[in-house]
């Protein structure tokens, strides 16, 4: 057994790929850690979504601590600015967006009871310390959360958001018999 590289991998992965990027949309709201902003750059872009939108304190490329995490995907997914998550939030609906917001909430439900008709969906992650903002959370269709089962209260938001995305392609390819999500992949 020998493990694939470079072009091999990319090959058996472009079979994967769908025409078009995945209809999900992420929300960084106030992530203070570039490096943490990297990672996603990288995790969002290997699951083909549609966009990242950089939101509040959130750094944006060009950035080295990005780019030291990003390993050059800031230049391969779609991304935006909005000085204000409110604002991104309000065009996102606009757009026919579901927001749905990862936090842990008393409300909040397993992201895996999300269902064909939340898409296309917008995914908001919150800042490292402080979470999504209470104003954002109002704002949000739905709340959702990642089941979690040792002491540790919350993974880290990139991991968190690592984690999410991957859950949220599985909804996506296991209901592909839904012809909302079909038209998308």
């Known amino acids: 057994m020998s ?21 999900i949309v992420a929300v960084l709201d106030n992530i203070r850690s570039a490096y943490n902003v990297g990672s996603m750059f990288r995790t969002a872009e290997c699951a083909y979504i549609s966009k990242l939108i950089l939101c509040g304190i959130t750094a944006y490329p060009p950035h080295p601590k990005i780019e030291k995490t990003a390993l050059g995907t800031t230049e391969l997914i779609p991304w ?11 065009t996102l609906k606009k757009e026919g967006f579901k927001i749905v917001a990862l936090e842990i909430t008393k409300n909040s439900i397993p992201i895996q009871n999300i269902n064909a008709e939340d898409f296309p969906l917008a995914l908001i992650i919150g800042n490292e310390v402080t979470g999504i903002d ?10 959702v959360e990642i089941p979690l089962y040792g002491e540790k209260e ?3 938001v990139a991991v968190a958001f690592g984690v999410a995305l991957f859950l949220l392609l599985e909804k ?5 018999c839904n012809n909302k999500i079909k038209s998308y992949i």
Do not use: V
């Not at 600015?81 to 939030?89: G, K, N, P, Q």
């Open 172 to 176: 996506i390819k296991n209901d592909t």
């Open 3 to 23: 493990k694939l590289e470079g072009e091999e991998i990319l090959k058996k992965w472009r079979k994967n790929r769908p025409p078009q990027r995945f209809p």
């Open 154 to 156: 919350s993974l880290n």
């Open 80 to 90: 935006i600015y909005f000085s204000d998550t409110l604002e991104a939030i309000k």
């Open 134 to 143: 209470d104003k954002i959370l109002l704002n949000a269709d739905f709340i």
